[in-house]
């Protein structure tokens, strides 16, 4: 376990088993409706990567990169595009794949946005869910786990642009983001 780690909160084989699950639910229902699949990132890169691993029918795949923390756990309230995607998103079923829901305010931005460019539907997977954070009511249709209030890093979730590639879901020591 690294240094800065306190505990770890979920471990690498409950990640790839929820991982498989996510994977085989959305084969099924996504099945003859050829999604394109977005990838928020950064955070969503390596969750991106093992669950389209698991999908089974033919999907598109695009990315956007958009930021609101920072080098911060709390949220700017500001979402920032960094990326655009590249393919037009009208008439398309549009699957969004995020790490983690906490505040809300970046999910229900980009929903906000791919609805008004004309998308014909737009459901959002999350692997992580911080239903303490929210400051706008927001739910996924398909979610991994529920997180306690604490600030989680690993398996693309960062702090200060650290600790994305750890397998495992850690909560950090709290001297290390108060310092
Ligand atoms: O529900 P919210 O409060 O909006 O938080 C969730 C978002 O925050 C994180 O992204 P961040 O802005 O840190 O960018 P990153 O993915 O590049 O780390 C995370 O990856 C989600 O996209
Ligand atoms: O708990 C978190 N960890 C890392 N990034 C985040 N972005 C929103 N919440 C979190
Ligand atoms: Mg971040």
Known sequence: MQNDIQEVLISEEEIQSKVKELGATL?????NRNPLV???????FIFMADLVKNITVP????FMAVSSYGASTKSSGVVKIIKDLD?????????IVEDIIDSGLTLSYLIELLENRGAESVRVVTLFDKPSGRKVELEAHYTGFDIPDAFIVGYGLDFAEKYRNLPYIGILKPEVYSS
């Open 27 to 31: 084969s099924a229902e996504y099945a």
């Open 38 to 44: 977005i990838c928020v990132l950064k955070g969503a």
């Open 59 to 62: 999907v598109e795949m695009d």
């Open 87 to 95: 393919v037009s998103v009208e008439g398309r079923e549009v699957l």
